[in-house]
């Protein structure tokens, strides 16, 4: 998708079809109005007439005869009075997802006044709006039924901040490539997307985004004392990769944030095997680092001045002849022993050896991303991502940075009970914990792996696929959690050197840092 401005008058702005947006409360903007009043008031009575209420992302299309635009989608955004910038995120992926169907390659779009003075992080939201309503997912069908044809979208500037618009929509187009970039690693079946094909897709951000690249195969992963990882493993196939990519964003800084991702690309359960029924959606649970990967090409792109390490620990969890068997202990690269009681429990044991190696590395803030537990399903269902953090301060700052992004994310306690439940009795640790709270168990024994390091667990589980598709967004895979991978990182560039975690300027949940 190629998102640039223009500097044309709405009345004179070419293009397939331009995009207007009007709220619920039916009164018409400066730019809709002059649009409106070109259409002989058919938007003004399209409201009147409640054909059209304004319920977000509700939109009617008219044609414009004789205008240098040939046709007109007006789209809601809502209530007036709850209007935040991320709803333009919805406003243009609704357009390009309605119009791309309908075979138009070239759109315009118009932003509403509340972009006065934040044109910015609007401008980021339509490009990254845009990119994502592209997406596809039909990708293996011989003939596609409806493509999406849109590949250019053109902000008017009008009145607003043309720099600024600018500067936005290129953060927001790399943004949406990474989202996508996210999606595409995750909907590929597993045999397509195995530990070696994770690799090698970021071997290839890595060459192409001036990142350096590390992937330990399983010798290196042994020397390196990872027999928690390497027992998920053992059961496949696949050799595994334990992926690591490096941005040196800051090199006069000791600091370092560690972005860590569960890449399991296909999870059956291993010995204590997953019934059938939607095993086949176990491709996404390497969503985590598909986000970390994602993200990584978003940082080399955007350049933020910031040491970051992504780290994707990646294999199958199969049932072979070498599988772990329940009972098996085996030994963290930590020198802590775990019993294993459910094979089907593995993020936690691949993510506990990549929490210690990002500490190995120098990692000063460590945040984790996974599909972990059903758990966090039946707690939160789709509508968030549940977060367990050591250190209140890290995690107000991630909460706060993630805020506007649009990807909800809901703060979870850490109890000692947690842990308690977590106790083996023939090793340091079991790896189940019991029905109970089964995704603060698993954020539990997680933590017996960060140290003093500050550090935030997001369980995904719920949030990196959807079965629904919505105007804006296919169903699928959903690129959580890269926005707000991308958030964090900007906030935690805007702090100042030697400032304590919290809220520091610019972090606000006000406006997405661009
Ligand atoms: N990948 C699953 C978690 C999952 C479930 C993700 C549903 C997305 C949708 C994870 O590896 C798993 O199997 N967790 C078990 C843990 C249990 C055995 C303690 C679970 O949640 O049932
Ligand atoms: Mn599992
Ligand atoms: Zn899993």
């Known amino acids: ?33 002059e649009i409106d009043d070109a259409l002989g008031g058919a938007i003004a009575g399209a409201l009147a007439a409640g054909e059209i209420k304004g319920k977000p992302a509700e939109h009617l299309l008219f044609y414009a005869k004789g205008q240098p635009f040939r046709r007109v989608l007006a789209v809601s955004l809502g209530e007036r009075s709850k209007f935040e910038p991320v709803a333009l995120a919805r406003y243009a992926g609704t357009a390009v997802r309605y119009l791309g169907r309908r075979n138009l390659d070239d759109l315009a779009i118009a932003l509403p006044p509340q972009a006065r003075g934040q044109e910015a992080a609007c401008a980021s939201f339509i490009a990254e709006g845009a990119t994502t309503g592209a997406f596809e997912t039909g990708v293996y069908q011989g003939k596609p039924e409806r493509r999406i044809a849109t590949t250019r979208v053109t902000i008017l500037t009008g009145s607003f901040d043309a720099q600024a618009i600018e500067r936005g929509a290129a953060r927001g187009s790399v943004l949406g490539e990474a989202v996508n970039l996210a999606r595409r690693l995750a909907i590929t ?101 598909a986000g970390v990967i994602a993200a990584m090409y978003a940082i080399g792109r955007l350049k933020p001045k910031l040491n970051v390490v992504g780290i994707v620990p990646a294999t199958e969890n199969m049932p072979g002849g070498k599988a772990t068997k329940p009972g098996d202990v085996v030994k963290a690269m930590n020198g802590t022993t775990i019993e294993v009681i459910n094979t089907d429990a593995e993020g936690r044991l691949i993510l506990a050896d990549a929490l210690v190696y990002a500490n190995k590395l120098g990692a000063t803030k460590i945040v984790d991303a996974a599909t972990l537990t059903g758990a966090a399903v039946i707690a939160l269902g789709h509508a968030a991502s549940a977060v367990v953090t050591n250190d209140e301060a890290f995690g107000d700052q991630f909460l706060a940075a993630a805020k506007p992004t649009g990807e909800r994310y809901w703060q979870m306690p850490y109890y000692e009970d947690y842990i308690s439940a977590m106790k083996s009795d023939i090793a340091d640790l079991k790896n189940t914990g019991g029905r109970p709270a089964g995704t603060l168990t698993a954020a539990a024994f997680l933590r017996e792996f960060v140290g003093e390091t500050p550090w935030v667990h997001l369980d995904i589980a719920g949030t990196a696929y959807l079965e629904g598709e919505s105007p804006w967004q296919a169903k699928g895979p959903t690129g959580t959690p890269v926005r707000a991978f991308l958030a964090l990182v900007e906030s935690l560039a805007a702090q100042p050197p030697n400032a304590p975690a919290g809220r520091p300027n610019g972090a606000q949940a006000a406006e997405v840092a661009v």
């Open 1 to 33: 998708m190629q998102v640039g401005i223009t500097h044309d008058a709405p009345l004179s702005v070419r293009a397939e079809a331009l995009v207007v947006p009007f709220f619920s409360d039916g009164s018409l903007d400066e730019i809709t109005k």
């Open 189 to 289: 079946p597993a045999n397509e997307m195995t530990p070696s094909d994770l690799a090698e897709e970021a071997t290839t951000v890595a060459a192409q985004n001036g990142l350096a690249i590390d992937v330990l195969d399983e010798a290196r992963a042994r020397q390196e004392g990872m027999g928690s990882f390497l027992s998920v493993a053992q059961g496949s196939a696949q050799p595994p990769k334990f992926i690591v990519l490096r941005y040196d964003g800051d090199p006069s800084s000791t600091e370092r944030l560690a972005l860590v991702g569960k890449g399991i690309t296909f999870d059956t359960g291993g010995i204590s095997i997953k019934p059938a029924e939607h095993m086949e959606d176990m491709k996404y649970d390497m969503s985590g680092g």
